[in-house]
């Protein structure tokens, strides 16, 4: 046999057994999107670890929609050209619809926190009396940003996982009428805990205090009308229910607060929001915009609206409603005694390393969640339903909780699992 037809007899030898084992694994049930597929007798799940797809399910960053990974692909273009100041027009105006206001809405490069600082200090004057709402770490972050600025700031401190009762905020305000300032937390983002902000602004909103709040694990993710509420300044962030990576923060404010804003002598630069209005006003950012991620904004507010608010909000709230009802399968309990639309906190069993959980998870699953903070480090893990989810997400993020659950000695049946959360899916529609 010469050397060409020797090589020539194995190529097509090698083809054949390629095929062949195709063949066998497809017939197996191996190759199949690479899912999490169970084996009842070992109750366990068999798959090629390595191929399973990631999930990412922190309450932000979220999963991307694939439009908006095209988007954030593009060249880039000048962000002082006719191109962007027609792009920049449209989703400064979309804007006002997701934050269902009147009121101009601002786009600020910065993170969450950033957004956060530029809320407060457009409105905060020196020594200002400020009610600090503390649930976590994010009612405590805005209380610490408002002592650096010089605020007279009461903490009302609320056990983590539960919500502010409205009247302990009815009864701050009688006893302080001076206050100028009363902020909270849409979402404690830590916590999965929401707070009742329409009561809340039906209590502030007749006094002459400024009702201020944190949405960015909120807006967009259960209803927030702005104006309706007579919310006096809200922010958000990009990273969570807008569905873009981190990178803007989002804020907007009432006539109430407008009227504090044009006057307030509070020192502030980059989140001078008087200079960003007026250079809107002219169809431009004061400074630098941030090109790619307000495209990509762009496409999301359209989508937003194409959908309508109510339907966005009802898929959110089905996500978060399949992911309680799993926790009791999976052997867990809902920690928050007020849960969040945007995000659940499962109690861990005692026995479980909760720390070690989130990490194996992630490295063997390639599941990511967000695990606690502070008091709750290693005893909850938290599970975000914002960002592009499909029922195939929900499906195998449970599945894979389940047996890395198992892993750890858990005692859970992951067969029962499987087939509660496949029920699940199919009967509870939108």
Request: include cysteine.
């Amino acid at each position: 046999m010469t050397k060409s037809v020797s090589r020539t007899f194995f190529a097509t030898k090698s083809k054949i057994i390629v095929v062949i084992l195709l063949v066998y694994f497809l017939s197996q049930g191996r190759i199949k999107g690479h899912a999490m597929t169970m084996n009842s007798s070992t109750n366990s799940i068999s798959t090629e670890q390595k191929n399973l797809h990631p999930i990412l399910l922190a309450p932000g960053p979220v999963q991307l929609h694939p439009e908006v990974q095209k988007i954030l692909a593009l060249p880039m273009i000048h962000h002082r050209t006719p191109e962007f100041d027609s792009i920049l027009k449209t989703v400064l105006t979309d804007l006002k619809h997701l934050f269902q206001t009147e009121q101009p809405v601002f786009i600020l490069s910065s993170t969450g926190s950033g957004g956060m600082e530029a809320v407060l200090i457009n409105v905060l004057k020196p020594k200002a009396k400020v009610l600090a709402i503390v649930s976590g770490k994010f009612g405590e972050r805005w209380a610490d940003m408002a002592q650096v600025f010089g605020a007279d700031v009461h903490r009302l401190n609320v056990p983590w996982g539960e919500s502010v009762k409205p009247e302990q905020v009815s009864e701050f305000l009688k006893a302080n009428p001076d206050t100028q300032i009363v902020m909270t937390q849409a979402c404690e983002t830590s916590t999965a805990t929401t707070h009742p902000i329409q009561e809340l602004s039906e209590i502030v909103s007749k006094t002459n205090a400024l009702f201020l709040v944190d949405a960015i694990t909120a807006l967009g993710a259960f209803p927030l009308p702005m104006d309706e509420w007579k919310i006096d300044g809200l922010v958000a962030g990009s990273q969570k229910a807008i569905m873009l990576p981190t990178g803007l923060s989002l804020v907007s404010f009432s006539q109430k607060a407008w009227n504090i804003i044009k006057d307030n002598p509070t020192p502030r630069y980059y989140f001078d929001l008087r200079k960003e209005k007026a250079s809107n006003d002219k169809g431009e950012t004061f400074f630098s915009s941030n090109v790619s991620l307000i495209r990509a904004l762009g496409f999301v507010l359209n989508d937003i609206k194409s959908q309508g608010l109510q339907h966005l909000f009802k898929t959110i709230h089905r996500r978060a409603e399949y992911t309680r009802q799993m926790a009791s399968h999976l052997g867990l309990s809902i920690y928050s005694q007020s849960p969040s639309d945007s995000v659940t906190a499962y109690k861990l069993p005692a026995s479980l390393d909760g720390a070690k959980f989130r990490e194996y998870l992630e490295s063997q699953y390639k599941v990511t969640v967000m695990g606690g903070q502070d008091q709750l480090k290693g005893l909850i893990i938290r599970i975000g339903h914002m960002g592009y989810l499909t029922d195939h997400d929900l499906h195998e993020t449970t599945l894979r909780i389940a047996q890395a659950l198992y892993d750890f000695k858990q005692n859970i049946n992951t067969e029962n699992v499987k087939v509660i959360s496949e029920q699940w899916l199919k009967t509870h529609d939108i």
